[in-house]
């Protein structure tokens, strides 16, 4: 089975000052820690080997409230990343953790009504290559969005002013070993991160990448008006 990877990095400026006291993925959600949240839907997944990614500062207190991983009958890694430089940047960290296998990532903030184990098999059925999630939304300019041809992705674009499509990639991914070969080519954007849709492009060029689409309820819990909505859908969902 494939090996699970939780980016929980970050500065969280934009849930400033509850981001002073803890990371944002430590936030209550629902009746429990945000991070809670990504660790099940990895596990329910069958994925039980997990590494969380996360700053100098906080990797205590993400001990803290995981330990060993027994208590959710998984086995946790953690890695430090020193620099916040993006999403590419934090899931290099898992080279060595990978260990040549195929990963699942997910981002520590995004919150799914639904399970992602359709997905998982999806991506197991594939040869190789890569999977996104897709979910149609009406702000698609906040995200990376994808252009579709038929059944297949032939371009993401990062928050594009004028996008080309209402489906925004979720923070889910699902890589087969080239990923970090992938990260490696990849050259830091205008901002000076290394940006997750630079590496998803480099699989499009390919011919590899696939997508699923997610049914039910999405959330970047990355605001205050989201953080919200993120602690309703938990309280609602059944999943």
């Excluded at 329910?44 to 969380?52: E, F, H, P, S, V």
Aim: with cysteine.
């Amino acid at each position: 089975m494939f090996k699970g990877v939780i980016l929980a990095g970050g500065l969280g400026t934009r849930l400033y000052p509850l981001t002073k006291v803890t990371s944002k993925h430590l936030l209550p959600v629902g009746n429990e820690p945000m991070i809670y949240h990504s660790v099940k839907r990895l596990t329910t997944a069958g994925i039980t080997d997990i590494l969380i990614v996360t700053n100098p500062e906080y990797v205590a207190d993400f001990v803290s409230a995981l330990g060993s991983g027994k208590e959710f009958g998984c086995e946790f890694t953690y890695r430090v990343q020193e620099e916040a430089k993006g999403i590419a940047h934090a899931l290099a960290l898992a080279e060595g953790f990978a260990a040549g296998g195929r990963i699942v990532v997910l981002l520590g903030d995004n919150i799914f009504e639904t399970s992602i184990r359709q997905a998982v098999k999806d991506f197991q059925a594939q040869q190789g290559g890569a999977r996104v999630l897709l979910k149609q939304v009406s702000d698609p300019e906040r995200y990376g969005v994808a252009t579709l041809n038929g059944e297949r992705i032939v371009a993401i674009e990062e928050k594009p002013e004028h996008p080309k499509s209402d489906y925004a990639v979720v923070g889910a991914y699902f890589y087969d070993a080239t990923v970090f070969d992938v990260i490696r080519t990849v050259e830091p954007s205008a901002r000076g991160e290394y940006e997750i849709t630079a590496v998803n492009n480099v699989y499009i060029q390919r011919d590899e990448l696939e997508y699923s689409l997610v049914h039910g309820k999405w959330v970047d819990a990355g605001t205050f008006e989201s953080l919200t909505e993120a602690h309703q859908i938990l309280l609602d969902s059944t999943d």
